[in-house]
């Protein structure tokens, strides 16, 4: 999804073919969730957990960025 190749995102849904076009529906609306998860930053989580590094706990950016322009200026059309 990213111009590197290095996020990607996925959604399945299985449902019984009389329940097809609903489980369409689910599935766009699991996908959407998923990428507002991944646009959206990650504040610090106050707890350590056990067991994780501290790098866990740490804010982080989105893992996504939908707006950046990776178009080459350079390039004459």
Avoid: K, W, Y
Wanted: charged fraction near 25%.
């Amino acid at each position: 999804m990213n111009h590197h190749g290095t996020v990607t995102a996925g959604a399945e849904r299985v449902c019984p073919v009389e329940e097809s076009h609903m489980g369409m529906v689910n599935v766009l609306r699991e996908f959407q969730n998923l990428l507002d998860m991944m646009l959206s930053g990650h504040d610090e989580i106050p707890r350590q957990h056990i067991g994780l590094p501290d790098e866990f706990s740490m804010a982080r950016p989105p893992l996504l960025d939908l707006a950046e322009d990776h178009s080459d200026s350079s390039e004459e059309e």
